[in-house]
């Protein structure tokens, strides 16, 4: 079973903290994405990676950055958070090429006071 | 024109009866489809993936593609109440998944 974990379930900051949401996945995929996922405006692609070190800019990626070290971890960070980046954030990940198939973590829940 | 279309529901059925979800995309060369199911306050969890014209079956589930009307349905067979969440809809579109918003689905006993 494919198995991809994020570090808290609900997290609560302040305006202009610095957050840091981890991912990790141990089925040895190559892709790594995070979502979030806002009620009416569905999933929104923020940032994927098809490799360590490579990164690629989703939908969304104002107001967020990525990092990615290791295979099997892919960090969103929000660089100074704001009220509107309140959202349910979802990462996922899948084999490279072919079927694509992405597998989704449990998600986190960001409350930005 | 948004890329996945689906119905926001509610779609209501009686317990024991067919459900059918449906999705439209506008991207004539996606070639591979899926569907997620999503709890209330939980994360998306495939269920379904479909890449050739024709059906699809998994148990109650049965995924159908047409590729030349550019839509994919899922049928849930015998629903039950355990069945209503949401169901997400999503398209390949080169690298990276379009999903659609998802039709609420509600079995009721």
């Known amino acids: 079973d494919v198995k991809v974990t994020q570090s808290s379930r609900y997290l609560v900051k302040r305006t202009g903290e610095k957050v840091f949401l981890e991912c990790v996945q141990d089925?040895?995929?190559?892709?790594m994405f995070w979502y979030r996922q806002d009620p009416g405006l569905g999933l929104r692609l923020i940032y994927f990676?098809?490799?360590?070190?490579?990164?690629e800019k989703g939908d969304i990626p104002e107001g967020y950055s990525v990092s990615r070290e290791k295979k099997e971890r892919f960090s969103l960070i929000l660089e100074s958070a704001s009220t509107n980046q309140t959202s349910m954030y979802l990462c996922?990940?899948?084999?490279?090429?072919?079927?694509?198939?992405?597998?989704f973590g449990p998600g986190t829940r960001l409350t930005v006071t | 024109q948004k890329e996945v279309e689906q119905n926001s529901g509610p779609l209501s059925v009686p317990e024991g009866a067919i459900a059918s979800l449906n999705c439209t995309y506008s991207?004539?060369?996606?070639?591979?489809f899926f569907w997620y199911r999503q709890y209330s306050g939980k994360s998306p969890e495939l269920i379904m993936s479909?890449?050739?014209?024709g059906d699809k079956e998994d148990g109650r589930f049965t995924a159908q593609l047409n590729k030349a009307s550019q839509y994919v349905s899922l049928l849930i067979r015998d629903s039950q109440p355990s069945d209503s969440a949401t169901y997400l809809c999503?398209?390949?579109?080169?690298?990276?998944?379009?999903f659609g918003t998802g039709t609420r689905l509600q079995v009721f006993p």
């Open positions: 991207d004539r060369v996606s070639q591979s």
């Open positions: 990676s098809y490799d360590v070190k490579m990164k």
């Open positions: 089925m040895d995929h190559e892709n």
């Open positions: 479909i890449y050739s014209n």
């Open positions: 999503a398209v390949l579109n080169t690298d990276k998944l379009i």
């Open positions: 996922a990940s899948s084999l490279a090429g072919g079927r694509y198939e992405q597998y």
